[in-house]
């Protein structure tokens, strides 16, 4: 089974920033597209930035050109790097792979305050 450990959440205020970290299991990590997702109050789950297993990066519109993904194959770990922080990024990030695995982890929770 996948394991998924999120890390790095917490508390900011609007137009901080913040790098999310999660730990994965190795059997799948570095043959497979791996994503951030995010559950806000209120809303289904949403896949907000993606990365294939060669390194290219996607993004919903709502945080292109403010998040960056990245990942370490050699550590099994995948970030998200958060800038200019909004209220509406308020909410459980998870990682998964992409398409998602039917386990997911912990989650770590993001609150922005305006």
């Known amino acids: 089974q996948v394991q998924l450990v999120e890390s790095g959440g917490g508390l900011v205020q609007a137009g901080g920033s913040l790098r999310l970290s999660c730990a994965a299991s190795?059997?799948?990590?570095?043959?497979?597209?791996m994503g951030w997702y995010r559950q806000a109050p209120g809303k289904q789950r949403e896949l907000v930035a993606a990365?294939?297993?060669?390194?290219?990066?996607n993004y919903a519109d709502s945080v292109k050109g403010r998040f960056t993904i990245s990942r370490d194959n050699a550590k099994n770990t995948l970030y998200l790097q958060m800038g200019s922080l909004k209220p509406d990024d308020t909410g459980i990030y998870y990682c998964?792979?992409?398409?998602?695995?039917?386990?997911w982890g912990q989650g770590t929770q993001v609150t922005v305050s305006s």
């Open positions: 998964n792979t992409v398409p998602y695995y039917p386990n």
């Open positions: 190795g059997s799948i990590f570095s043959i497979n597209a």
């Open positions: 990365i294939t297993s060669g390194g290219a990066p």
